[in-house]
């Protein structure tokens, strides 16, 4: 039974990368069984595939006659080529579509000349491939705009975008100045509007100044009163319980009792005037509902219409068990955040993903390699290291090349006291020797014989 | 000839005997120059230090003026005296070592368990770590990580190596297993970083750190008394017990012991005994016997900065006591060389003592020469004044102290002698106000000359000031190819290229010394036996004569010569180029307005420096890499970076954008300067609209354009007016603008290149700029003031209907906003809305504003012509020109800020509409009113103040990113590594596709391969 279900859903997915429509591929589904990736009409038609259907199915899956080439074929084609994964990808969706004018000659000539030019697209060995990165991302950056602020989408959501933003990131700063995060949203969270809102204010922080009418200390009877806006608690589906009980946390023997206009009562025994007055503050200040720190929530539509939230302020650890946050498509802009939830290789595509995503806002075009190659840079030894003195410039083995950047005479003070050797390996040394460097042509040396 | 070639820098401090030993002369004498104006033997700038006179030579090395490098000498400091930049280390190795035998105050491996067993013995030999061994660990409740291994370290001893670091030895027959402590682990650590090659600056930092918690040395301490080795006593120590007996025996010698004392066996049978969480007594086992030590107290130390030590307590308490440089120099030099590993440093390298200086190296004199003023008197450099200065004291220290003087003035002549040592090293010591010259400006010490920009490293190592460059102000010339640059005779004549006289070069260097200084000559020329000669007026005939195979002569450079040219700020590397040489007359560098983009120029005054190459490897590294062909296509984002701008686009919009039929005449003129040799077949025949009746054959506008592309050239895409297409190198459809031809985008550029390669699109580039050039000269092409205007009409309804129709919704909207009945958007506030509101709305009327300008000016307008052909400007500048400014804005919002409730006091306070925040209604060509223009200002301040800001923000972000990423190479096996070796990435961008020659942006061109193939 167990197995049975893994081929049918094998060959769902099959099919469904095939192309085939979702409603023939359930019409055949358990029935079909790849065999070679080819099927006679008859065949088929005993599986009582509808005659429309079953033309589809064979015109997709190639019938085998002179001069068309079995889908299968072109993968397997595909796959064997010396191309990379993403051009792979894309020949076998275009292929597809044009598989009716294929022929197996045709097929090879195409993977000839892709693998062709594909070497020729190939960098140069000994290339200084970082230098061009660090060209790439900062000589834009003269471009950028300075506005800390900007909208994410319709939100009211603040965001540093722009050459601050790229700074941040390449800092590796533990927190961003502007951490958000968006929060994707599983089963019917993701459908339900209200569902979703009400998410919402799980986690969007809420104190009793929120949703105070009026909160004052009365000398007079030693208490604090707190009366509350009804419309803000059912806005945010806060019960009354639920205060009260949270109210209680404020400090020891704090007594709540709900007078019938509404109004709190708090109090404590035996206080000082000033001690009203702190729990007053406190009672303010005390939060009720959602996670502190998370200043806001909206709940938006994406583009694939399901519901989603943006939040202002970032607390992953905390939404993760949350039920109805789909925490696997969950994300935020804190890459500190990143590395200890998820780890170094999604702290990886996040920095890559920020960074592209901010020279896109600003209207910029780089090559994602450089941006790429920045952050495998920042990540390659297991942890997050800055840009600069305290990070990958800081970290070289070199001790003129640290000089040379900054902190000099601490750097050979240290240097000395050590004892290094400086091997003159990087660029920096060697220019400071007044040697050729070893990169690009000046790696490579001719011997006369 | 082999060149030698530096493999290394050591780095390393200089002990007092090493001082000695490389001293060329100990200097005494605090003057400089003599009576007789020579120098002053054992001064400070005697002869055995080097020369920086003409004329004379070094006495050590006997060389002359920049043959001798200088050399070193000394002084013997009086005192010694602390080195102000190890002053913090020195506290930090004074605090972490014991006060009286100079160990390190860290613990030696202690004693676990032991076990006898043959099976766990064959295991260590083996060198594998067994089950049952985890087993025993965990029996002893010691977790013992998975992943260790042992290795033999010498005999009948064995080291456990993983997270924890554990000793195992065999000792009277049994296995002994002991915990490697703290002074092991970290060692092992320091030589565990070194290997990886990260710095080990860290674990050191924790030595000292974990080192001055101590506060009882646990190796050292005064004799109390003996007992006698072996037996029960022993026994019980061994097992780490505290006998009852063992205990009596201490109290009877009268030292106390509290309840539950604990005893730690060390290696090497050493006992701690401690008491109440602090080592109290040290137990040795020596001559059979065992001696009972008291474990020596840690005073505290106190670092008052710069250079003062305090050492606290004692038997009177708060006593302070300070440490003099002797004594911190001897406590020093009292520490172990085996210890000193664990600061990170080899005995042999640096010792802790050498950082206290008893002998003071004096650079040589070409490290601080004088210079001579024109009143003939010498100014001495900074370091010298400041080595004046430590003599005399030093001087007045021996005499004083010769002199038996009081301890006071000893003390405080002590303290000006390491002031003045310290300002030597660096003159910016917190504390410590800086050492000043007789003029008052503060001296340049050591630390000043090597720090910053302008400093040794930066300013002088990294960078240096170059020979054979020029620079001058550029101007446009369209003429000349993309990859040429106009020089300027005056600056070809002074620029030169050093060429070796061989057969096949004689004539014409013989015939280029003949032209003397005249332009294609030459400056110098060097005779064979190495005699530098300059040519002048009087001699250039027989030099010109004279010049034989051999000979080396600098000659001026000339057209087709290749040089680099470059313009600042160097943001990226097309921001040096190698162009040919073109020698024009004039004063200014003359650049092809295509080359602009890459180097950011404009011609407003801008100016670029040129820089001759001098040896033939650089020559031929410039012609492969370097020129401008080749690098059309940036490698920022894989598309070309030198394309098309201004009226080059224009005049081949003008040209494309409407049918045209030209006679023979007219095309060969448009086409002037091209090389072309056939028009091809007309048309058609019409009859001229200039001419007579006589039908003549006409060519088209697209048969025109198409004569500059490439034959064969296939392509279609989408420009800025409709599809354009291209077939069999003929433009069938389309009008060609900036998606065409314009730099950054310019699909035929990019096109070109993949297909027809680095010349053609030279060519093609050359030639569009050319063509249309010759076409907006022929139909003239003007922008002017009149071209703002607009019919009356058009006036009228962009003022009422655009402008004032959004002024009256703006007052509605504050009119619903005051009566509360605005509904206030999510995550808002109301004030917030109708803030946003507003903004729209005035953001809707200038937009509409402009579409009624654009409309009126008509696409026959110069203005809107540029914007549409993306030549330069946009409609946005033209709308503000000729329609509506629209909102002024400060950080994205309407103006706000002034006085209370108001921006001026031209309004009410609390006035919430358009004028009144910054809505500039009027045109630029009507002229703002004066609150407009006020409001202008202001947001333009805004983007002034930004660019100021971001120039800095980013110049300093590209120079730490450069330096982040300056090593990483692609290696042959393709991965990404830096200098230690490490991979960086295993497939560079995990395509290993250089973004420069995939197809525009991608690596492979998918669709293309497919129409191509089908």
Not at chain 1, 172 to 177: D, E, I, L, V, W
Not at chain 2, 620 to 638: C, D, M, T, W, Y
Request: charged residues 30%; contains cysteine.
């Amino acid at each position: 039974m167990e197995l049975r279900a893994t081929v049918e859903e094998e060959v769902a997915r099959e099919l469904t990368r095939m192309g085939v429509e979702g409603g023939i591929a359930e019409l055949i589904k358990g029935e079909f069984i790849p065999a070679g990736l080819t099927a006679e009409f008859d065949e088929l038609l005993e599986m009582q595939v509808g005659e429309a259907y079953a033309e589809d199915i064979i015109r997709m899956l190639g019938r085998g006659e002179e001069g068309e080439v079995k889908l299968g074929d072109i993968e397997v084609k595909v796959d064997k080529s010396e191309l990379s994964g993403k051009i792979k990808e894309e020949l076998k969706t275009k292929l597809r579509d044009v598989r009716m004018k294929l022929s197996e000659e045709k097929l090879d000539a195409i993977l000839k000349k892709a693998e062709e030019k594909y070497e020729e697209a190939k960098v140069e060995p000994r290339e200084a491939v970082g230098i061009v990165a660090a060209q790439s991302i900062g000589e834009p950056g003269t471009q950028m705009t300075l506005r800390t602020f900007h909208y994410a989408g319709v939100g009211a959501i603040y965001i540093t975008l722009g050459l601050p933003r790229i700074i941040e990131i390449v800092d590796a700063r533990k927190k961003p100045s502007t951490p958000a995060m968006k929060i994707k949203l599983a089963g019917e969270y993701a459908l339900d509007r209200n569902k979703a809102r009400e998410l919402a204010t799980e986690i969007e922080e809420t104190y009793i100044r929120d949703i105070k009418s009026k909160i004052e200390s009365s000398t007079e009877d030693m208490c604090v009163w707190v009366s509350l806006k009804e419309k803000e608690l059912e806005r945010k589906f806060i019960k009354r319980e639920e205060i009260e009980e949270k109210i209680k946390e404020v400090g020891k023997d704090v007594l709540v009792e709900t007078m019938e206009d509404g109004k709190l009562r708090i109090h404590v025994k035996r206080m000082s005037f000033h001690e009203l007055l702190k729990l007053e503050k406190d009672l303010s200040d005390k939060l009720v509902k959602g996670i502190e720190g998370i200043k806001r929530a909206i709940v938006r539509r994406d583009a694939d219409g399901e519901y989603m939230l943006y939040t202002e302020g970032s607390a992953l650890k905390k939404v993760r068990r949350m039920e109805g946050v789909d925490f696997s498509r969950t994300t935020t802009n804190n890459i500190s955040e990143i590395v200890d939830v998820f780890g170094i290789e999604a702290a990886r595509n996040v920095i890559i993903k920020e960074m592209m995503d901010t020279l896109e806002e600003q209207g910029l075009d780089v090559d994602a390699r450089h941006v790429t190659l920045i952050a495998d840079a920042m990540t390659m030894d297991g942890e997050v290291k800055s840009i600069g003195r305290h990070g990958l410039a800081g970290g070289k083995v070199s001790a003129l090349s640290r000089a040379a950047f900054e902190v000099t005479v601490d750097n050979l003070l240290g240097a000395a006291m050590y004892g290094e050797t400086d091997e003159l390996k990087g660029v920096t040394e060697n220019v400071i020797v007044g040697q050729p460097i070893k990169l690009g042509t000046g790696a490579i040396e001719l011997v006369a014989r | 000839m082999r060149t030698k070639k530096i493999k290394g820098v050591k780095f390393g401090l200089l002990s007092p005997k090493e001082i000695r030993k490389m001293s060329a002369s100990k200097i005494i004498t605090a003057d400089t120059y003599g009576e007789d104006g020579f120098p002053i033997e054992m001064g400070l700038v005697n002869q055995w230090l080097g020369v920086i006179d003409p004329g004379l030579r070094c006495k050590t090395c006997g060389g002359r003026m920049g043959e001798c490098p200088g050399h070193f000498g000394h002084i013997e400091l009086a005192a010694p005296v602390i080195h102000i930049g190890y002053a913090k280390l020195i506290y930090r190795i004074l605090n972490a070592t014991c006060r009286k035998c100079g160990r390190v105050l860290l613990r030696e491996a202690y004693f676990l368990f032991s076990v006898s067993d043959v099976e766990l013995e064959s295991d260590l030999k083996r060198e594998v770590i067994s089950e049952k061994w985890h087993k025993k660990f965990s029996d002893n409740d010691i977790s013992l990580p998975s992943n260790v291994s042992v290795a033999k370290e010498k005999n009948d001893e064995w080291v456990i190596t993983g997270e924890k670091m554990f000793i195992i030895r065999k000792e009277n027959k049994k296995l002994n297993i002991y915990d490697a402590g703290e002074k092991r682990s970290f060692l092992r650590e320091i030589e565990l970083q070194r290997e990886k090659q990260v710095g080990i600056g860290e674990a050191v930092k924790r030595v000292f750190k974990e080192a001055a918690k101590s506060s009882v040395c646990p190796y050292c301490g005064d004799y109390l008394f003996s007992i006698n080795a072996g037996g029960e006593l022993e026994n019980s120590l061994n097992k780490c017990l505290m006998s009852k007996k063992l205990k009596k025996i201490f109290e009877t010698g009268g030292h106390l012991l509290s309840k539950n004392p604990s005893v730690i066996k060390e290696i090497d049978n050493r006992w701690l005994i401690t008491d109440k969480n602090k080592i109290s007594y040290i137990v040795k086992k020596g001559d059979n016997k065992l001696n009972i030590h008291c474990g020596t107290p840690q005073k505290d130390i106190k670092y008052e900065k710069p250079t003062t030590y305090m050492e606290i307590g004692g038997e009177e308490r708060e006593k302070k006591r300070r440490l003099m440089p002797t004594d911190v120099r001897e406590r020093l030099e009292r520490i172990p060389d085996e210890d000193i590993a664990l600061f990170g440093m080899n005995p042999k390298n640096a010792r802790p003592e050498w950082m206290v200086l008893t002998v003071l190296p004096v650079p040589p004199v070409t490290v601080r020469p004088s210079i001579t003023l024109e009143s003939g008197q010498r100014s001495e450099d900074d370091l010298t004044h400041k080595l004046v200065d430590i003599i005399r004291i030093n001087q007045r220290f021996m005499d004083n102290r010769d002199a038996g003087a009081p301890q006071l003035i000893i003390e405080d002549l002590w303290e000006l002698l390491q002031y003045h040592v310290s300002t030597y090293y660096d003159n910016k010591i917190l504390r410590l106000p800086p050492a000043r010259h007789r003029s008052g400006r503060p001296l340049k010490a050591m630390t000043q000359r090597l720090k910053g920009k302008e400093g040794r490293f930066r300013g002088s190592l990294s960078g240096k000031r170059v020979n054979f460059s020029a620079r001058t102000v550029i101007s446009p010339n369209p003429n000349i190819d993309i990859d040429e640059v106009g020089v300027p005779e005056g600056i070809a004549k002074e620029l030169t290229i050093g060429v070796n006289v061989t057969e096949r070069n004689l004539d014409l260097m013989k015939e280029v010394v003949r032209n003397g200084r005249k332009h294609p000559g030459a400056n110098y020329v060097r005779r064979t036996d190495g005699r530098k000669v300059k040519v002048t007026e009087s001699n250039y005939e027989v030099l010109a004569e004279e010049v034989d195979l051999g000979w080396k002569v600098e000659r001026h450079i000339r057209d087709g010569d290749i040089v680099l040219f470059n313009r600042q700020p160097s943001l990226h590397r097309v921001s040096i180029m190698a162009h040919y040489v073109r020698v024009m007359p004039g004063k200014t560098f003359r650049l092809n307005p295509a080359v602009c983009p890459p180097y950011n120029a404009d011609y407003d005054g801008d100016e670029m420096n040129l820089h001759v190459l001098q040896t033939e490897e650089a020559r031929a590294e410039a012609k492969i890499l370097l020129a401008v062909q080749h690098n059309i296509i940036s490698p920022r984002f894989g598309r070309p970076i030198i394309g098309g701008i201004h009226d080059c686009v224009t005049g081949l919009f003008l040209l494309t954008w409407t049918k045209r039929k030209f006679k023979h005449k007219e095309a060969l003129e448009i086409l002037k300067g091209i090389d072309i040799d056939d028009l091809g077949e007309p048309t058609g025949t019409f009859k001229s609209p200039s001419g007579t009746d006589i039908e003549v054959p006409y060519w088209t506008e697209k048969q025109i354009f198409s004569m500059i592309l490439p034959s064969g050239l296939n392509l279609q895409f989408q420009g800025k007016a409709g599809d354009v297409i291209i077939r069999g190198g003929e433009l069938i459809s389309g009008v060609i603008d900036e998606a065409a031809i314009g730099s950054f985008k310019g699909r035929i550029i990019d096109k070109v290149f993949r297909q027809y390669g680095e010349e053609a699109t030279k060519r093609f580039i050359n030639d569009s700029f050319r063509l249309a050039i010759n076409y907006i000269l022929r139909v003239g092409f003007s922008f002017g003031i009149s071209d703002e205007d607009i019919p009356v009409e058009g006036k009228k309804q962009i003022r009422e209907e655009a402008v004032h129709g959004a002024e009256l919704k703006v007052e509605e909207l504050i009119r619903a906003y005051e009566a509360e009945e605005l509904e206030g958007l999510p995550g808002r506030s109301l004030e917030e809305t109708l803030e946003l509101l507003i903004m729209q709305e005035l953001g809707r009327a200038r937009e509409e504003a402009g579409e009624i300008a654009e409309r009126e000016l008509g696409m026959e307008n110069a203005g809107v012509l540029m914007a549409k052909s993306g030549a330069r400007g946009s409609i946005l500048n033209l709308t503000q020109m000729a329609a509506c400014v629209g909102q002024q804005s400060v950080r994205g919002e309407r103006i706000s800020r002034g006085y209370q409730g108001r921006t001026l006091p031209h309004f009410k306070p609390g006035d919430r509409s358009a004028n009144a925040h910054g809505f500039v209604r009027a045109s630029f060509k009507d002229g703002l009113s004066p609150t407009e223009y006020f409001f202008h200002a202001v947001g333009g301040r805004e983007a002034l103040v930004d660019t100021a800001v971001r120039t800095s923000q980013s110049g300093y972000f590209q120079r730490r990113l450069i330096n982040a990423l300056l090593d990483l190479e692609v290696k042959n096996d393709e991965t990404v590594r830096e200098t230690r070796n490490t991979v960086v990435q295993f497939k560079y961008g995990e395509d290993g596709v250089d973004p420069s020659k995939g197809e525009y942006g991608k690596a492979v061109d998918v669709d293309e391969i497919i129409r191509e193939v089908i």
